[in-house]
T-cell receptor
Framework: GAVVSQHPSWVICKSGTSVKIECRSL??????MFWYRQFPKQSLMLMAT?????????EQGVEKDKFLINHASLTLSTLTVTSAHPEDSSFYIC??????????????FGPGTRLTVL | AQTVTQSQPEMSVQEAETVTLSCTYD???????LFWYKQPPSRQMILVIR??????QNATENRFSVNFQKAAKSFSLKISDSQLGDTAMYFC????????????????FGQGTILTVHP
């Protein structure tokens, strides 16, 4: 149980274009989803927290107009990187939690998406 | 604000031996959770073990166990009978317990420890 998927696993795009990454909880309804960014051999940096039907809460320093997050249903959250530039190249990871389903606040992670902006 | 510190950037161990990864944290909270996550080369984050701060008994999961010292704010992970598949980056993480507030459900991660298991 508590499986989270991400799509795509790897995406290459041209500078200036937008890219959408999907995060799905496959066997549970996630009340909260989180989006992280990770550079090689470094820790995870929380970008934003999203609750179904509500606006995402962004961490300090994260541009909300650049990283658009939509949590339209209890099983799907999307991250759109708008007008991507090479410095946005990174590994993006989502996680989901649901106390009512799992009985804990434990976060379960997706497999991540590698974004390369040329 | 909470901080989590993993002071060992890299460690190595021989297959079948035991290794302990260190983690310390700083918080003014009394109720919280602590986690160890594993990130193998595939980069999939995998939950290894979870500890509730109110429980005095140390959590165990098969070959993985923790030494939770609440007063010292220490939360180390012991891996027994190390296997090649244990090679990964290990993250210690803190989560505040309780509903509400901007920090609800958020994880604070340590810097990570890269563990290599040698045959």
């Amino acid at each position: 149980g508590a499986v989270v998927s991400q799509h795509p696993s790897w995406v290459i795009c041209k500078s200036g274009t937008s890219v959408k990454i999907e995060c799905r909880s496959l066997d549970f309804q996630a009340t909260t989803m989180f989006w992280y960014r990770q550079f090689p051999k470094q820790s995870l940096m929380l970008m934003a927290t999203s609750n179904e039907g509500s606006k995402a809460t962004y961490e300090q320093g994260v541009e909300k107009d650049k990283f658009l997050i939509n949590h339209a249903s209890l099983t799907l959250s999307t991250l759109t990187v708008t007008s991507a530039h090479p410095e946005d190249s990174s590994f993006y990871i989502c996680s989901a939690s649901s106390y009512s389903f799992t009985g804990t606040d434990t976060q379960y992670f997706g497999p991540g998406t590698r974004l390369t902006v040329l | 604000a909470q901080t989590v510190t993993q002071s060992q950037p890299e460690m190595s161990v021989q297959e079948a031996e035991t290794v302990t990864l260190s983690c310390t944290y700083d918080t003014s909270e009394n109720n919280y959770y602590l986690f160890w996550y594993k990130q193998p080369p595939s980069r999939q984050m995998i939950l290894v073990i979870r500890q509730e701060a109110y429980k005095q008994q140390n959590a165990t999961e098969n070959r993985f166990s923790v030494n939770f010292q609440k007063a010292a704010k220490s939360f180390s992970l012991k891996i027994s009978d190390s296997q090649l598949g244990d090679t990964a980056m290990y993250f210690c993480a803190f989560m505040k317990h309780g509903a509400g507030g901007t920090s609800y459900g958020k994880l604070t991660f340590g810097q990570g420890t890269i563990l290599t298991v040698h045959p």
